[in-house]
């Protein structure tokens, strides 16, 4: 990859440490005590140059230029896992590595797969470069109507905030329907966007886009503020934590809810909706940002243990330490640049676990996740025969005749 | 110090679906998103690397369309120096006859040694825009160009053939080049400084009074293909797939 | 005005180009509806031979050692000067490397109506092109003047404009050829590919479907299997991932096997102009409506990736 000429150090490195006080516990960084646990715990920790310890060592030292130079930021997953284990508390995703693939990004190092992301998610309002017009095509399907924002002019109470890949991605437009039809079922109050939604821009800005990500914002806010509703939902973690953590910081503020929380409130009224189907072992495998992002581990499971005959079971790797799809911080779109690195998938990694669980079903809660752990499935010795759903989809499927 | 200009258009974007105009002549405006022309965009980026390689000045022109500022913002974020608007009666398209001869007013003033465009564009009925901005310029054209070296009073320009061959054809300039291939990829600009250059570029507008739109055959009717010819579609899962292709292949032989 | 059909002749290293058969085979088409003849203009240095296969009522030949090879200085002046002497009722030129370098400069400087694109013409003097990648379709007419068309290939085929009759050839005084300010310094030949896909039996083709680099190494043990070769549309041989000599369509091979797999191609026009020869195509592609259904006998409307394993699989079991 040609490589415009890096940022003079030691004034790019000392520029760059500070800005990452801004973050908040930004400060923490100061108190790295170069244990390394991030660097272990990071799923490709061991195919980049500049793991997350290193990189701070290499700050402290004056000379951060060569990581401008490397392409091991775009390994990163933003799964929040270093975060998480870091003894000083640093908050190593959303400060040091966001801001580092801001600055390797600016810099003009950009793998092709990415560019070709971001590019579409500017001109479409979506990475996958569908057309913004077909938006909500997938309402086509359905034998009873949704209602959209251009059709429903009255207050409502719930704004439906679908996602890309909930629009588009052919598998997980599946558990979109179906979310269609359980809303219908409980007779929620609700609108969608239509075409005027764009992409939430989350994980845009986790791979270092964040100029995109506010003019994404920007658009998502002012389709919202020509709509009257209560409070948000939303089948994709992502979209939920731009909406509750990063649009709040644009000064736009909304209640939002992921469809976990927004289904346990009404479990009272979904229970009686549940039919007995049989006994199923199921596994939860903890979306990123739902568990260690957000701290959403108990609405899943317990939306999960409402279905009658079912037994929920864990994987070794569960809740705080949940194992990453390799969807996330630009993941979604950088899977043949890490293959090339790495000649693994997360995915795979998780799967082996969900067989090695001896479960049925691999229960899911993100949008990302179907395709990634389909293929994963098919791939993975002993886990051809588990089924691959999302949460939506097994309580769908119980209240169906 | 070369100057370089490059001539950009937008066209339209072929992942929206395209109507026609209720005079059935036309494609209906009113429907269509569009891009920039990616050849145009190929002979952005090799502007800016010839830039890069031996310095000089790169300006870029463009019709007035929707989203053209934004586009010749993020040139100027790329490394363009200075940032033309064709302004007048651009809403319906005007044919390449009549936006070569706009160009070609406004680059003569430029006083270019060299200029780039895309070689083709996918809404070019009347010809492509290189080479009616060349005689309009007295300056002589080569296309499918896909390497550009500036040499003492010309450019070595490798221009694509079929088949892979490669003909190194020496230029004199001032010449008019239509780009098949920039030689790297188009680079990606962050937002960021694109915004910048939107607080910072300037766009000069030049005013087109007239735009004659002669040059091309007259248009009978436009049509969307018939779908008659279609493929046969086979359906099933994969393995059911899989068995039919199998079958088809020991059909034909080449199995 | 005469009622005759012109057609500039294309050549490169001592070979007529096909799409100079294909214009002929369009311009005899033509010619039937105006009772003209068909006219080849061949220009190059010793090369009256070139003209023996030309379906051509006629050929005016025009030789001079600057025309030994295509330049587009060269090529402007001698027929910025011819087709106003001769007054053809159409110049067919082709959408190529070669005709599309001169015929958009000739059409401003001679002030001659030009339709780029075309695909067919019809005894009536209509004219279809193509444009927007091959989503729109545009029947132009004939205007009362001279007219360029300059064509893509497509519908007609290059047998139906070969001829083994000879046509009368014609030497054409030629103007001055100097001061060129375009020359040919050198050919550079493509490197040599391990295969030549025009020989091919079994080609897969794979465009941006395919998505990675890594997958092409999946697709070949497809093709091994098979006993295919593996080609590609042009933005895979631009991102480096397969030789130029894979490459098919435009600037790139025209290829003919008896089966053309073609995996994640959408069948844009410049892919589908070196591959629509094939014997059998069959297409996989998710999009329902790409354009390469509209080549293929028989399509596929499936996830590439759920699809290839199963495949060998059956493959495997079968043979």
Known sequence: ?401 | MTKIVVLAKLVPDLVEELEIAPDGKALDMMWLRLLINEFDNHAIEQAVLLKEAVGGEVTIISPDAEGVDDMLFTTAAKGADKLIKLVGDFEDMPNNHALASAFAKVAKEEQPDLILTGVQANNDLDGAIGPLVAKELDMPYVGYISGVTLEEGGVIARKEYPGGLIGEMEVKLPAVLGIQASEEPPRYVAISKVRQMMKSAAIDEHDVPELADTGGLPVNRMYLPEAAERAEMIEGDEDEIAAKLVELFQEIGVM | MTKDIYVLIEHVQGKVADISYIMLAAARELAEGTGGEVVGILLGHEAQGLAETLAADKVLYGDHPALAEFTPDAYQKVLEKLIPEKEPRAVLFGSTTIGADVVGTLSSQLDIPLVDSCVSVSADSNVISQICGGKIMVESALEGTTSFIAMIPGHYKVESGQSDAGPEVTPIELPALDDLRVTLRQYIEPEIGDVDITQEDVLIGVGRGIQTEDNIEWIEELADLLGAEICASRPIVDQGWLPTSRMVGKSGQSVKPKLYLSLGISGAPEHVEGMAGSEMVIAVNMDPDAPIFDVAKYGVEFDLFDLIDPLMDKIEETS
């Open chain 1, 1 to 401: 990859m040609a490589m415009p000429s890096a940022t003079q150090s030691p004034l790019f490195t000392k520029e760059f440490y500070t800005s990452l006080f801004e973050n908040i516990d930004g400060e923490n960084i100061k108190t790295c005590l170069q244990c390394a646990t991030c660097s272990g715990v990071c799923p490709f920790g061991h195919v980049m140059d500049f793991p997350p310890g290193r990189m701070i060592a290499w700050m402290r030292a004056g000379i951060l230029e060569e990581m401008l130079e490397s392409d091991s930021v775009w390994m990163c997953v933003s799964c929040y896992a270093c975060t998480e284990v870091c003894p000083k508390e640093i908050p190593v995703t959303p400060s040091l590595m966001t801001r580092a693939k801001e600055e390797v990004l600016l810099a003009g190092n950009v793998p092709t797969e990415l560019q070709s992301a971001l590019e579409f998610s500017q001109r479409y309002g979506n990475p996958l470069g569908e057309s913004s017009r077909k938006r909500a095509a997938w309402i086509e399907d359905l034998d009873f109507e949704v209602p959209t924002a251009r059709k429903v002019r009255r207050p409502v109470d719930v704004l439906w905030f679908v996602g890309d890949y909930a629009s588009y991605h052919p598998r997980v437009k599946e558990v979109t329907k179906a979310f269609a039809k359980l809303l219908k079922a409980l007779e929620i109050d609700y609108i969608i966007l239509g075409g005027a939604e764009n992409s939430d821009g989350d994980s845009q800005r986790l791979a270092g886009e964040k100029g995109l990500f506010e003019v994404l914002a920007e658009k998502n806010a002012k389709a919202f503020s020509r709509c009257e509703f209560g409070e948000i939902i939303t089948t994709d973690p992502h979209a939920y934590n731009a909406l509750k953590n990063e649009y709040p910081q644009l000064g736009i503020e909304y209640p939002v809810k992921h469809y976990a929380e927004f289904l346990v409130e009404r479990l009272e009224e979904i229970k009686p909706l549940l039919k007995d189907n049989g006994k199923v072992r199921v596994t939860y495998h903890d979306p990123c940002y739902l568990g260690r992002v957000n701290d959403i581990y108990d609405e899943p499971r317990t939306l999960l243990e409402a279905i009658p005959g079912l037994e929920l079971v864990e994987m070794p790797h569960n809740k705080t330490t949940s194992l990453c799809c390799g969807g996330g911080g630009g993941g979604m779109w950088l899977d043949g640049f890490r293959w090339e690195k790495a000649e693994a998938r997360l995915s795979e990694w998780r799967m082996r676990e969900a067989a090695s669980t001896a479960v049925d079903v691999l229960a899911l809660a993100c949008p990302y996740e179907p395709p990634r752990f389909e293929d994963a499935a098919k791939a993975i010795k002993g886990a051809e025969d588990i089924v691959v759903k999302d949460i939506i989809e097994l309580l769908v499927e119980v209240m169906e005749e």
